[in-house]
Nanobody
Framework: QVQLVESGGGLVQPGGSLRLSCVAS????????MGWYRQVPGKQRELVAA???????DYADSVKGRFTISRDNSKNTMYLQMNLLKPEDTAVYHC???????????WGQGTQVTVSS
């Protein structure tokens, strides 16, 4: 099975930035639509950013204009640049296939993002 490994999270102040990375085994990045998800206790998992196999991107309204998703298929790596972070962005962030367009893979451990003053 494909292994997904997220990294790059941490503790930042409001208004700060982080860049998350997702590295996968195999070579499915070239054909799969991918996305970044986040989840906090008591709330459903939210797809916050997605990128198609052709490079088209879309974002949840809550992060639009602040987050940028990208991918490097040759490295089987996906990124999420997070700017102007807000406390409500605090969550565990996971990468996976875009559930609207592709089969969900096994979830990795995720990476914790905490935005606090």
């Amino acid at each position: 099975q494909v292994q997904l490994v997220e990294s790059g999270g941490g503790l930042v102040q409001p208004g700060g930035s982080l860049r998350l990375s997702c590295v996968a085994s195999g070579s499915f990045f070239s054909i799969n639509a991918m996305g970044w998800y986040r989840q906090v206790p008591g709330k459903q998992r939210e797809l916050v950013a997605a990128i198609s196999s052709g490079g088209r991107t879309d974002y949840a309204d809550s992060v639009k204009g602040r987050f940028t998703i990208s991918r490097d298929n040759s490295k089987n790596t996906m990124y999420l640049q997070m700017n102007l972070l807000k406390p409500e962005d605090t969550a565990v962030y996971h990468c996976n296939s875009d559930r609207r367009r592709a089969r969900i893979l096994s979830w990795g451990q995720g990476t914790q993002v905490t935005v606090s003053s």
